[in-house]
């Protein structure tokens, strides 16, 4: 069984850093590809990031390019977002995705809550 | 950026009936990169279609996908308690990958 687990959310002042986590388990973590997706409260979704199965090749949204950085560890099956410069509107829930081979996101991890205010 | 466009809204409907759901690209993709995915309250998205028209793992066969170019349409043939959601489309044919606003059912 699939599973993603996201953690490191939390409470951040403007213009301060959290790392976010997200362990998988129940597939070959190294051979997919994998993203962000986030949610500000009462919204839609937004794709902030998505990093190839090697890690070599990563792609951002205007939004938080530039701020953040996503990388993985495929020895720890563990995919990260590190997040700098955090601004009010970076409030959301971050959800991690595996990116199947089509490229669609087939499994949705549980959320992890950022929240930026002073 | 492609942009999706999704209506309505929000669509009331009681247990039992049709829904029509639709989503309009800003321009033409392919619908092998075109997708549907459910979202409950609280919960994580669920895929539901992805290649515009095959169901995930797990889907019952109420929900069907269909379309091409820039207009998509998810139908749920005979609505079910647990389908009243928040229904969001998605394209992953170009960067970045985008979806729609999302479209609310809600129990008439």
């Known amino acids: 069984e699939v599973q993603l687990l996201e953690s490191g959310g939390g409470l951040v002042q403007p213009g301060g850093s959290l790392r976010l986590s997200c362990a998988a388990s129940g597939f070959t973590f190294s051979s997919y590809a994998m993203s962000w997706v986030r949610q500000a409260p009462g919204k839609g979704l937004e794709c902030v990031s998505t990093i190839s199965s090697t890690g070599v090749n990563t792609h951002y949204a205007d939004s938080v390019k530039g701020r953040f950085t996503i990388s993985r560890d495929n020895s720890k099956n563990t995919l990260y977002l590190q997040m700098n410069s955090l601004r009010a509107e970076d409030t959301a829930v971050y959800f991690c995705a595996k990116v199947g081979l089509k490229s669609y996101f087939d499994y949705w991890g549980q959320g992890t809550l950022v929240t930026v205010s002073s | ?108």
């Open chain 2, 1 to 108: 950026e492609v942009v999706l466009t999704q209506s309505p809204g929000t669509l009331s409907l009681s247990p039992g009936e049709r829904a029509t759901l639709s989503c309009r690209a800003s321009q033409s993709i392919s619908s092998s990169y075109f997708a549907w995915h459910q979202q409950k309250p609280g919960q994580a998205p669920r895929l539901l279609i992805y290649g515009a028209s095959s169901r995930a793992t797990g889907i019952p066969d109420r929900f069907s996908g269909s379309g091409s170019g820039t207009d998509f349409t998810l139908t749920i043939s005979r609505l079910e308690p647990e389908d009243f959601a928040v229904y969001y489309c998605q394209q992953y044919g170009s960067s970045p990958y985008t979806f729609g606003q999302g479209t609310k059912l809600e129990i008439k």
